[in-house]
């Protein structure tokens, strides 16, 4: 059974820093897709990162270089490094796994950017 389990949300200051893990648990036939996508009051859910098999790295246009994936293959966790945080980043921070062609969601972090 496959689990995403997520850590790291939390509250921050503008312009502060945080990290949201996520640890990836199943047995999967090949992970394509390891990232993060998140959900702000009054918008639909977005892209934020991911990470593809070939060592790739995408970001929705809104990061602009703010935030960094990483993703670990070896223990199956993916990590967003989210720095010089803004209020409209507050949300709900959703991880998510695609294997093949099943998409595997995580339980959802809080993120408040408090001004």
């Known amino acids: 059974q496959v689990q995403l389990v997520e850590s790291g949300g939390g509250l921050v200051q503008v312009g502060g820093s945080l990290k949201l893990s996520c640890k990836v648990f199943g047995r999967f036939l090949g992970i394509n897709h390891m990232g993060w996508y998140r959900q702000v009051p009054g918008k639909q859910r977005e892209l934020v990162a991911f990470?593809?098999?070939?060592?790739?790295?995408f970001y929705g246009d809104f990061v602009r270089g703010r935030f960094t994936i990483y993703r670990d293959d070896a223990v199956k966790t993916v990590d967003l490094q989210m720095t010089s945080l803004k209020p409209e980043d507050t949300g709900v921070y959703y991880c998510?796994?695609?294997?093949?062609?099943?998409?595997?969601w995580g339980q959802g972090s809080q993120v408040t950017v408090s001004s």
């Open positions: 990470a593809d098999r070939d060592g790739g790295a």
């Open positions: 998510n796994v695609i294997d093949w062609d099943v998409s595997y």
